[in-house]
């Protein structure tokens, strides 16, 4: 699985960049999506970044960041499963792209200027955070479509493809548990900032 390239197959790494390009193409949907429509409150748009930034417990900022990331992850490991899951991995990208502008967007709307600071402290590092793991989470979620679909065409052994689904299955707890330490690390931020400025 380590050898299979994120699209042909090749040794030969694709770039990161590729899906940092459909994160951006969904942040510019859902900026539109917000200057046009209300959608402040639907979780199912911000997916749960707008949510967290606006709580006043630390438990619920760490329960809805965490349920974002492990909902992502989740899905493209199942993503993952299917020789065919590379499109819809990549719209995933472009899913969690709209929910990141929606986010960013509704937050200038409602506060104006004064939403500089809180999106510098709360959103930008989450933003980050939350981008990372899910550009990890599809790229894994394609190459292991892509060894499927190797395995399918008889390009790769039965050993091989066990060893492939063993590994996989070990990178999804990881994400699980690096999205578990970013949650827990909004909610220390979030409670912080609030002590710090009475918000």
């Known amino acids: 699985m380590?050898?299979?390239?994120t699209f042909n197959g090749s040794k030969t790494q694709t770039s990161y960049i590729v899906y940092v390009i459909f994160i951006i193409i969904g942040v510019a949907v859902g900026s539109l999506i917000t200057l046009k429509y209300n959608v402040s409150d639907n979780v199912w748009i911000h997916q749960g970044i707008l949510y967290a930034e606006r709580s006043t417990t630390v438990y619920t900022i760490m329960k809805a960041t965490f349920l974002s990331l492990t909902v992502f992850v989740s899905a493209a490991f199942f993503i993952g499963l299917s020789a065919?899951?590379?499109?819809?991995?990549?719209?995933?990208?472009?899913?969690?792209?709209?929910?990141?502008?929606?986010?960013?967007?509704?937050?200038?709307?409602?506060?104006?200027?004064?939403?500089?600071?809180?999106?510098?402290?709360?959103?930008?590092?989450?933003?980050?955070?939350?981008?990372?793991?899910?550009?990890?989470?599809?790229?894994?979620?394609?190459?292991?479509?892509n060894a499927i679909l190797n395995y399918c065409m008889k390009k790769e052994s039965r050993d091989d493809r066990r060893y492939s689904i063993k590994l996989y299955g070990i990178r999804l707890c990881v994400l699980i548990l690096l999205s578990l330490l970013i949650s827990a690390a909004d909610g220390g931020v979030n409670y912080l900032y609030s002590a710090v400025t009475g918000k």
């Open 84 to 145: 065919v899951g590379q499109p819809f991995g990549l719209a995933m990208l472009i899913y969690r792209g709209i929910g990141i502008g929606t986010s960013v967007t509704a937050m200038y709307t409602l506060s104006g200027k004064s939403a500089v600071v809180n999106a510098v402290i709360l959103i930008i590092p989450k933003v980050l955070a939350v981008s990372a793991i899910s550009i990890l989470s599809v790229r894994e979620a394609v190459r292991s479509s």
């Open 2 to 5: 380590r050898h299979i390239s």
